[in-house]
Each structure stands twice: as C-alpha cells, then as structure tokens.
C-alpha cells in the first residue's frame, strides 16, 4: 500500500532545524534532480527476440562475426541493486552499413534473416537498414564510463523500493532502463544510497510518478524532479559504509536509514 504521508524527518538541513514534509515547504531549499546527475537513456533495438543471442551461437561465430556481438544490462538483470549479469545480443550497427556487407558474417546474416519480417515491420529511421537497431543512443557515454561505476534506474518497475541498481561492467545499456553518471563522481556511492533509501521512497511515493502498481522513471521527468537540499554531517562514513556494502553485495539500506531519521 502506498503511504500517502512522507514521514521521514529531515535533519541538517540550512536552518538546523528538524521538520517533517507533508506538502512542499516554500522554505525549504531543492535542488534538481539534474543539478546531481547527467541522466541518459537506453539503447533501442524494437525487437528483442531477433538480437538476443546465447553462449551456444557465439560459440560457432569466428573472430570476425564475433565482433559483431555486444554486452548488453536489462532491467531484468537489476533485482538485488548490484548487476553482474548481461546478455549478448548482435549489435551490428557500428560496423554494417550495407545488407551486402552483412553477408560477409553468414552466420549473423543467416539468424537475422529469420526474422527479416519482423524487423522490417519495425518503424525503421531512413538511414538506418532492417537488420539495424532503431535508435543508438548515449553509446558515446557509455563507452566513456565502461570502468567506471555507473547507477542505473528502471523506466518501469513493480518494485517497491530499492529502485537503484549499481554496476561496474563494461556493458551497453538497454532502453529499459536509465543511465545515471553523477556529476560529482566521488559522490557515486552516497547517491547510489540515497536513490534506495527509505527517505527517497517516501517522497518519490508522494511526489513521483505512479500509476496503479507500476512506479516510473522518465528521463525528463527526472530532470526536473525537485528534492529537497540535505546536509549530512556523516557524509564520509555513510560512503564507507556503502563501499563495504558493494563489496558484500549487501542490500540492506535500511541499517543507514538512521542518519535520516535520527
């Protein structure tokens, strides 16, 4: 059941005084969600079944058409907030520009073939071909950030809490999910607990966007998604905690939710 009350207490803040939110306080200092991070959307292929490929087709690949394979993060692969999973999916779009080039890969050319139908049925931009994805976006970054930990938020999800997902694979990210490369990097893990804690929730529950059972995260939504400023004295040790939590896989936020709600 969502709580139509935010509960939380919100400490430190400029005034130094506690307050619970309930509506919106014109006193209270924001800051946009897009002050903190850069936020991007996911890569579009339009049809799943025709590019997701097992370890038993890679395996009669050669170099070559090996080359034509790529790492892939759904949301299916964010459950826990840690993801160390992927899947392959044939990614042809940086190196195939022509159907005729194609066939030098027979055995992409020929698994893709089978669903020539299906993708030409897609709505297929005018410069990009049937066996291409449809929209190549924010590959540039997250070539950028293949090393780097990045933090990852459903578009759509049933969760309810815990939306947050953390990764450091070198991976390309599906349009099911949104990027997060926050602005100040040291800051990655704070924010990878603040988008899972229980203070987060509560507000996003009041103020977020949800529709029956489903919550969701939308890129421009989020831009300019208002939450209020804080001040945490114990930034520093909230950041070891995480780092110790990351290298647990230990997802239990709610031991730091404390510093919240003291």
């Known amino acids: 059941k969502i709580k139509n009350n935010f509960k939380y207490k919100i400490i430190k803040f400029f ?5 619970f939110l309930d509506e919106k306080n014109n006193n209270i200092e924001y800051i946009k969600f897009n002050d903190l991070f850069n936020i991007y959307v996911g890569i579009v292929n339009g049809c799943e079944k ?3 490929v097992d370890n038993d087709f890679i395996n009669k690949l050669n ?3 090996k080359k034509l394979i790529s790492k892939f993060i759904k949301n299916k692969h964010s459950n826990n907030n840690y993801i160390n999973d992927f899947q392959y999916y044939i990614f042809v779009d940086d190196y195939i520009k022509e159907e005729k080039e194609l066939k030098q890969y027979p055995n992409v050319y020929n698994h893709l073939l089978k669903y020539k139908e299906k993708l030409e049925n897609r709505y297929i931009p005018k410069n990009k071909k049937w066996f291409h994805y449809l929209a190549v976006r924010n590959k ?3 070539i950028e950030n293949k090393d780097n930990y990045k933090l990852l938020l459903p578009c759509i999800t049933r969760k309810k ?4 997902s953390i990764t450091k694979q070198d991976v390309l990210i599906s349009s099911d999910l949104l990027l997060l490369i926050p602005k100040n990097k040291k800051d990655i893990y704070f924010l990878f607990f603040y988008l899972n804690s229980n203070f987060f929730k509560e507000y996003y529950y009041k103020y977020g966007i949800l529709k ?3 919550i969701y995260f939308k890129q421009g939504y989020l831009n300019n998604f208002e939450i209020p400023k804080i001040y945490i004295k114990n930034k520093e040790q909230i950041i070891n905690l ?3 939590m990351i290298k647990n896989n230990d ?3 709610e031991k730091l939710d404390k510093f919240f709600n003291n």
């Open 251 to 253: 997802n239990n936020f």
């Open 140 to 142: 540039k970054v997250m």
């Open 212 to 214: 029956g059972n489903r």
């Open 242 to 244: 995480i780092k110790k």
């Open 161 to 164: 809490e815990k939306w947050c």
């Open 50 to 52: 025709a590019f997701i």
């Open 63 to 65: 170099l070559n058409e």
């Open 15 to 19: 005034n130094n005084d506690n307050w």
